[in-house]
């Protein structure tokens, strides 16, 4: 039986969950124009929104991550006052509320947003002054949508364990957990082993990028060293499933990651941006969802990748033939892996994701 593809309208409309975006990878082109005028910035590639917003796309052949990490050099030198952060955290909670989604948690890296003399603290109150802000006026809309806080480190820095400490501290405030990012290559996660063990010893929540731009052992250290509960992209973990017989064969990290359910943020359009995939085709999130690992999909960087998780999620559809019980399924597993009260999380399936697809499926 052939299986229509979900419409974008249908999907829009559609209850999403949203695990893995950066905050300083989702501004508006405007809103970086009108912060840039603000305060005297005079590097950007364009003044105009549309040719600045076709910039940032990172979809040139030879694109991997160093270029599709270049952008940010501009949109953090707008976002170095409190004013600034409040408004892009505001508009990202908006955007993401007009998108459809319900729940998200958008992360940043507090040692990014200093050069101006703002502290850390003042840093993450004023974001999470954003979220609440773009959060009402979302409700004023008739979208409603709960946003929280990743707090990322940087792998090539030296502050990982003051995040952390800082993570913590805002844990009862609207952030959700700990982070690191950054290049994965010549900077593995065992650099900061204190951070985490800090993290763990709190009982707090820790994501990892790992598996994007490095392989295996970047993702079993995230697991082993690191105690990861999910892994940010984690796509190179199709490296360890041989499919040269036909029927995949699962290597033991593989096996590990699928037994123990850990939560895979995938990211297509980006994986493909920074080289990580091929196309979108050929990305393994497919593969990874019928052999059953705990998929999630994600948008990374709106602005870098040009999309929305709607759009994200039609082009996945598109391409794989995915169902409106697909993307449900999708759906329940980012919500089931949020680091959110158990409460809560049963709260958003039983009372909105689930009777909400209901609904769709007995409209389509």
Request: proline letters at 4%.
């Amino acid at each position: 039986m052939t299986i229509h593809a979900v419409d974008l309208e249908t999907i829009v409309a559609a209850p999403k969950v949203l695990l893995h975006d950066h905050l300083d990878g989702g501004l508006r082109p405007t809103t970086i124009i009108e912060l840039a005028q603000e305060c005297g910035y005079n590097e950007l590639p364009s003044s105009d929104p549309t040719v600045l917003g076709r910039w940032f796309v990172a979809d040139a052949p030879d694109s991997d991550l160093v270029r599709y990490l270049t952008g940010f050099a501009h949109t953090t030198a707008v976002m170095q006052s409190t004013a600034a952060l409040e408004r892009v955290a505001a508009e990202c909670a908006l955007d993401l509320a007009r998108d459809g989604v319900v729940y998200a948690e958008v992360r940043f890296a507090p040692e990014l947003h200093t050069n101006e003399g703002l502290g850390l603290d003042a840093i993450v109150e004023a974001v999470l002054a954003g979220f609440a802000r773009g959060t009402r006026e979302a409700a004023t809309e008739g979208h409603h949508i709960t946003v929280r806080a990743l707090l990322s480190a940087m792998r090539q820095a030296a502050r990982s364990r003051e995040i952390a400490e800082l993570a913590v501290r805002y844990r009862d405030r609207g952030v959700a957990g700990f982070d690191i990012a950054g290049p994965e290559k010549g900077f593995p996660p065992t650099h900061h082993l204190d951070a985490f063990q800090f993290v763990q010893r709190e009982n707090f929540h820790v994501t990892l990028h790992a598996g994007e731009a490095f392989g295996l052992p970047s993702i079993w250290e995230a697991l082993q060293l690191c105690n990861a509960e999910r892994l940010g992209h984690g796509v190179r973990i199709v490296d360890d499933i041989d499919l040269s017989s036909g029927a995949p064969s699962l290597g033991r990290l593989a096996s590990f990651i699928r037994d123990r359910r850990v939560p895979l943020e995938l990211c297509p359009t980006s994986n493909v941006h920074t080289g990580a995939a091929a196309s979108i085709g050929e990305h393994p999130i497919d593969l990874l969802k019928r052999l059953r690992f705990r998929v999630t999909i994600n948008t990374d960087n709106r602005l870098m990748s040009g999309i929305s998780l709607s759009s994200e999620i039609a082009t996945c559809a598109s391409t794989f033939n995915w169902s409106l019980d697909d993307i449900e399924w999708l759906t329940l597993n980012a919500i089931k892996s949020a680091f959110y009260p158990f409460d809560d999380r049963l709260e958003l399936i039983n009372r909105v994701i689930k009777p909400q697809y209901q609904a769709l499926r007995e409209r389509g």
